[in-house]
């Protein structure tokens, strides 16, 4: 069994502490925050576990083995970065951490004290994503043309993070990992309605090297709550909306093929209009299967799908979109 503390009872916090309160592989030692109301409600949900505001007391504790930071953005790399010191294994919700060189900073102090590191990038442990990865890997798409994610709602603004930062974490990683490369340079654009130099909407574009695009718009000022991306290959498409009930993934037997023996336009490119399947599968809670390869890798210390590479990367991406908004959308080339 894992002894493991969750720091930052908040929205996400919750989610996290009720997942190793319930996984039988843990055991919730500690709940932290600053908030003592916050505190004194979980309590109520979690009597086995102590309740603290004090983070040194989780450090100095040489029973605790895990870490899970679930504060706001800002937290995130000091947090880190004494939990390592202190000898611990860490969990980091996404951001990872706000700078390019923290991450690099907290990757090479993981890998000095023999720690482990994981960043909650939740949808690479969707089984959708997951699924959507290996059909591209197997060809099953065809060549990716392009993808498009959306991820809006109208709901919590922020203050200390923009929408860019907030919310683009859960696209960028689950497009890098189901391309399984690194864009070649990133643009974005946004405004700035509500709250001075705080992005509440960022259009933002990646290219890679081998033709494929990828367009991710994010929003906390919209009508609608969308949750859905789109890829588009030259066999099949394929779209995965996370708020249906049932239906989460349906892949559509369309395209286009162009013939190299034509007399017209319409010979020329022939459109293929196919069946659409709704492949059954069967659901668990993403962030349970994260949470339990999390202690799965302290256990029997493997190395994390999203570890602290993993992290930085989606941190380089972010980094050159908020350089690219602050320059109306020039292109920023990653290196």
Same mark, same amino acid.
């Given at each position: 069994?894992?002894?493991?503390?969750?720091?930052? @009872?908040?929205?996400?916090?919750?989610?996290?502490?009720?997942?190793?309160?319930? @996984?039988?592989?843990?055991?919730?030692?500690?709940?932290?925050?600053?908030?003592?109301?916050?505190?004194?409600?979980?309590?109520?949900?979690?009597?086995?576990?102590?309740?603290?505001?004090?983070?040194?007391?989780?450090?100095?504790?040489?029973?605790?083995?895990?870490?899970?930071?679930?504060?706001?953005?800002?937290?995130?790399?000091?947090?880190?970065?004494?939990?390592? /010191?202190?000898?611990?294994?860490?969990?980091?919700?996404?951001?990872?951490?706000?700078?390019?060189?923290?991450?690099?900073?907290?990757?090479?102090?993981?890998?000095?004290?023999?720690?482990?590191?994981?960043?909650? &990038?939740?949808?690479?442990?969707?089984?959708?994503?997951?699924?959507?990865?290996?059909?591209?890997?197997?060809?099953?798409?065809?060549?990716?043309?392009?993808?498009?994610?959306?991820?809006?709602?109208?709901?919590?603004?922020?203050?200390?993070?923009?929408?860019?930062?907030?919310?683009?974490? &859960?696209?960028?990683?689950?497009?890098?990992?189901? /391309?399984?490369?690194?864009?070649?340079?990133?643009?974005?654009?946004?405004?700035?309605?509500?709250?001075?130099? @705080?992005?509440?909407?960022?259009?933002?574009?990646?290219?890679?090297?081998?033709?494929?695009?990828?367009?991710? &718009?994010?929003?906390? /000022?919209?009508?609608?709550?969308?949750?859905?991306?789109?890829?588009?290959?030259?066999?099949?498409?394929?779209?995965?909306?996370?708020?249906?009930?049932?239906?989460?993934?349906?892949?559509?037997?369309?395209?286009?093929?162009?013939?190299?023996?034509?007399?017209?336009?319409?010979?020329?490119?022939?459109?293929?209009?196919?069946?659409?399947?709704?492949?059954?599968?069967?659901?668990?809670?993403?962030?349970?299967?994260?949470?339990? &390869?999390?202690?799965?890798?302290?256990?029997?210390?493997?190395?994390?799908?999203?570890?602290?590479?993993?992290?930085?990367?989606?941190?380089?991406?972010?980094?050159?979109?908020?350089?690219?908004?602050?320059?109306?959308?020039?292109?920023?080339?990653?290196?």
């Amino acid at each position: 069994m894992v002894e493991v503390a969750v720091v930052g @009872i908040g929205g996400w916090g919750k989610n996290l502490a009720r997942n190793y309160a319930q @996984i039988p592989e843990a055991n919730l030692r500690y709940v932290c925050d600053l908030d003592q109301a916050k505190l004194d409600q979980a309590a109520l949900q979690y009597p086995g576990a102590r309740m603290t505001s004090d983070y040194q007391q989780l450090l100095d504790d040489p029973e605790l083995q895990a870490v899970v930071i679930a504060t706001t953005a800002p937290g995130h790399y000091p947090l880190a970065k004494q939990a390592l /010191l202190a000898g611990k294994d860490v969990y980091v919700e996404k951001p990872f951490v706000l700078e390019v060189a923290h991450a690099e900073e907290l990757i090479a102090l993981a890998e000095k004290n023999k720690r482990l590191i994981m960043v909650g &990038h939740l949808l690479e442990y969707h089984p959708v994503v997951v699924r959507l990865r290996d059909m591209i890997r197997n060809g099953e798409l065809g060549q990716v043309y392009y993808v498009y994610a959306q991820r809006l709602n109208l709901g919590t603004v922020r203050g200390d993070e923009n929408a860019l930062w907030n919310f683009a974490p &859960h696209d960028i990683s689950s497009i890098l990992y189901m /391309l399984g490369q690194e864009p070649t340079d990133v643009s974005a654009r946004g405004q700035s309605y509500l709250q001075k130099d @705080i992005e509440d909407v960022v259009f933002m574009s990646l290219n890679f090297g081998n033709r494929a695009m990828a367009h991710v &718009h994010v929003s906390w /000022l919209d009508p609608h709550k969308t949750r859905k991306i789109t890829i588009v290959g030259s066999r099949k498409m394929a779209v995965f909306d996370d708020l249906e009930a049932s239906e989460k993934l349906r892949i559509y037997d369309k395209g286009a093929q162009v013939s190299t023996d034509y007399n017209s336009f319409a010979e020329y490119v022939g459109l293929r209009f196919g069946d659409i399947t709704m492949p059954y599968m069967k659901f668990v809670e993403p962030l349970q299967i994260e949470c339990r &390869h999390f202690l799965d890798c302290v256990k029997n210390r493997k190395t994390p799908v999203s570890d602290g590479l993993d992290g930085l990367r989606v941190v380089k991406v972010l980094d050159a979109a908020q350089r690219s908004l602050k320059q109306n959308g020039q292109p920023i080339e990653l290196k």
